[in-house]
């Protein structure tokens, strides 16, 4: 049973290793790619490792989650795992149709933040009285919508250096290696366009979640604050470019913050879980 | 020896370099002309806007002045200026590996015009491929050019040659697809109707979905917009065609400010905020500087135009340093083949030399005291006096060669002739192959030394 036990950590762990191994030599052939012209071939094999990445990633959620009998969509040890991959797989499907190539050296990196911050929050399994059926519709549209509003947030970070250096007028260098500023102006919007509903969606049933669980920690305020403060900035981004034609700069500066709060919920969920798995380490380690 | 004739933007005007400039039509017969010429065992022509050239490969290698003075000649006759005496100036030479490094500076775009150009490579594969099928290119010249093309390849992979755009047109085209991508949903407006609105609209105006034309006189506008496939407009609806434009290159001849803050302001509001680009090539200025600090809104004026290109010929030249570099260890490399190649007729003549000498006594002794010996011993002795040749040779041969690779070689040949008595007929010291050689070798690539020396080992 030891035996069993250790050859399915060990093949965990293999694959998390893989899985670091093609994000960090996909990042490394983005930063190539961007730092010098002469690497184009780097360009295009970076996209190819973030794919073999997100193929490790997905088969490693996938065994871990049978090897420690957790379901993927619950708790925060998946979500932001689950989020990196579903972000890969968006970019992977959608990077030629927008000709966003290069938003692949934000995605890779953000993947890999993800994967390592997944590994450093524990597994939790949800206190039976959190168990509800309306759970992981939650957790999946978030997830969902988290993948997306990465993929805009590189957009808009992408957006920010090209507009910079076209203001500056400076453009040598990296200016010819990213892409246009229409096509990542409209790659951002979409990616907004799409995950705002599932945000919307993820908002509804946290607060009933929430309301059905009575839960009132400080914690699960701040969530739900940061939550709504992250529906009210994309909504906002989303009317204003709809409005008052606050494309470009503006709706990117809007996404980043968006973003940024998304960012604060889940870092909110990681102090609450590893606050929660604190008496138990406490305990663990008097034993 | 490779030799190089020619003249270029370097060293004639155009009104000198027209007059040499040969169309693909008739190069296969100038091509056969220098052929010919019994000074010259392999040709190539090159013929482009800022170069013409002769590369050739000497027949005596000693007296390369003798081709050089044949290929003048001959392009001078071509072109119909008789003796040529008074565009001598205007010609350039170069021989042995002077020509060589100038053969691959040229194919690298490093003689270019424009420094790291990408045309002159197809040019000069161009060229080469007349050569070839004129059959007018062997081993030596052959591989040179192959030689050159590996330098031209390494030159733009390993270096920044190629970044940045040179000229005003290309720093436009390559900004506006940095803004929109391609062009192809997007409508330009020409904001004037003079020479420089009309050269715009050729480079920008090629991928665009509609071109406008906006002057203040609308008869020249209709004019020029007809010629171009666009729409011509009232100078009065400037502000309605600034909602509608996506791309606009102004070059009136206004004193004043033709697009002002507030007119792009006011037309950004109704276009929702999508992004405008100007071109202003006008000078005085057509558009308010401050028109650049609108969000979403981008101005490059002649100046703005003229610093990138001169940062991209900044960056080139820095890089040509070291493209230099790379052109410099080729050449030593393709020096070393060429000395090998020096060696190749010694080695030939060495090896006829024992192979005969042997086979004359087994063909002396077979027919004497072994006569009795069956056909299948006699072909095991013939066997094995092959096999003796080979191994008994095996040494001198490559010590030959290796000599031949340095600077030694003349020296080595000349101890070999004289300790085998080998016959001293015309020797190549700075080696070049047989006219026999030639088939086969102008398709020849790769670095082995030993294509073309026809020599079993």
């Keep these: 049973m030891q035996i069993q036990a250790d050859v399915s950590n060990f093949f965990v762990d293999g694959l998390f290793a893989a899985t670091v191994m093609a994000y960090l030599a996909a990042c490394a052939l983005f930063v190539a790619f961007l730092g010098n012209e002469r690497f184009a071939s780097a360009g295009r094999l970076a996209p190819r490792l973030v794919a073999l990445g997100a193929v490790l990633h997905a088969g ?107 203001k500056n007028k400076q453009l040598l260098g990296i200016f010819r290696r990213l892409p246009s500023l229409d096509a990542l102006d409209r790659a951002e919007h979409r990616f907004l366009l799409a995950g705002f509903p599932l945000l919307t969606v993820g908002i509804l049933t946290g607060t009933y979640w929430a309301h059905e669980v009575e839960a009132g920690s400080a914690t699960d305020i701040a969530r739900a604050v940061l939550g709504y403060a992250t529906w009210v900035l994309f909504a906002a981004v989303l009317s204003l470019r709809a409005a008052a034609g606050w494309r470009g700069r503006r709706a990117a500066y809007g996404t980043i913050a968006g973003f940024t709060f998304a960012v604060l919920v889940l870092i909110v969920y990681w102090i609450k879980s590893a606050s929660a798995l604190a008496p138990v380490a406490l305990a663990a380690s008097l034993r | 020896m490779i030799v ?16 040499f400039a040969t169309s693909a039509d008739v190069l296969p017969a100038v091509l056969a002309r220098l052929a010919s010429r019994p000074e010259l065992k392999e040709v190539m022509f090159l013929s482009t806007c800022n170069r013409v050239e002769v590369f050739a490969a000497a027949s005596a290698p000693e007296r390369p002045d003798g081709a050089v003075r044949a290929v003048r000649a001959v392009m001078c006759d071509h072109a119909g200026v008789g ?8 010609f350039y030479e170069r021989t042995g590996p002077e020509a060589t490094r100038h053969i691959f500076r040229v194919a690298a775009s490093l003689d270019s015009m424009v420094l790291g150009e990408p ?80 050269a715009a609209a050729k480079s920008l105006g090629k991928g665009a979905r509609h071109i406008r034309v906006c002057n203040r006189s609308f008869d020249r506008g209709a004019a020029l917009a007809g010629s171009i496939g666009g729409d011509a407009v009232q100078w009065d609806a400037l502000g309605d065609e ?60 002649v100046d703005d135009l003229e610093q990138q290109v001169a940062e991209a010929m900044k960056s080139r030249h820095a890089e040509a340093e070291q493209a230099e570099k790379i052109v410099t260890h080729e050449l030593s490399e393709f020096e070393k083949w060429a000395r090998g190649q020096s060696v190749a007729p010694t080695i030939v003549k060495l090896r006829a030399r024992t192979h005969s000498v042997l086979m004359a006594e087994l063909e002396r002794t ?92």
């Design chain 1, 60 to 166: 490693h959620i996938v065994v871990s989650s049978l090897v420690w009998h957790v379901c993927p969509v619950e708790g925060i040890h998946f979500a932001m795992s689950v989020v990196s991959v579903l972000a890969c797989a968006v970019y992977l499907v959608m990077r030629r149709r927008y000709h966003i190539d290069v938003v692949g050296a934000f995605v890779a990196p953000l993947a890999l933040t993800f994967l390592l911050a997944s590994r450093l929050v524990a597994a939790t399994e949800p206190a039976q009285r959190y168990r509800s059926t309306i759970l992981p519709v939650h957790v999946t549209v978030n997830l969902l919508g988290y993948a997306l509003f990465s993929l805009a947030f590189a957009a808009a970070v992408t957006y920010l250096l090209q507009e910079r250096r076209l």
């Design chain 2, 119 to 198: 045309q002159i490579l197809g040019q000069v594969k161009e060229a080469f491929d007349a050569a070839t099928a004129a059959g007018t290119l062997g081993n030596y010249l052959g591989r040179c050019i192959h030689r050159a093309f590996t330098v031209a390849k390494r030159v733009r992979t390993e270096t920044q040659i190629g970044a940045g755009s040179v000229s005003i047109s290309s720093v436009a085209v390559d900004l506006a697809r940095g803004i929109f991508g391609d062009l192809q949903d997007h409508t330009v407006l020409l904001l004037g109707a003079g020479e420089m609105a009309e």
């Design chain 2, 83 to 90: 003796e040529g005496e008074a565009l001598l100036p205007y």
């Design chain 2, 242 to 301: 600034l909602v509608r434009a996506d791309v606009v290159v102004a070059s009136t001849a206004s004193p004043n400010y033709v697009v002002t803050r507030d007119l792009v302001k006011r037309a950004m509001k109704q276009r929702k905020g999508k992004t405008l680009f100007f071109i202003d090539i006008a000078v005085p200025r057509n558009v308010e500087p401050s028109v650049h600090e609108i969000d979403n809104v981008y101005v490059y004026n």
């Design chain 2, 366 to 457: 077979l027919g004497g005291r072994l006569r009795h010996l069956t056909e299948g011993d006699r072909a095991a002795l013939q066997q094995m006096m092959e096999s003796a040749t080979n191994k008994l040779l095996h040494a001198p041969t490559t010590h030959l060669r290796d000599a031949g690779a340095g600077a030694d070689g003349l020296d080595a040949v000349q101890a070999v002739h004289r300790l085998f008595d080998l016959p001293d007929d015309a020797e190549a010291p700075a080696g070049e192959p047989k006219r026999e050689e030639r088939e086969g070798g102008a398709g020849g690539s790769g670095d082995d030394g030993e294509r073309g020396k026809g020599l079993p080992h």
């Design chain 2, 4 to 19: 190089v004739v020619g003249l270029s933007h370097k060293s004639a005007p155009v009104e000198v370099r027209e007059r």
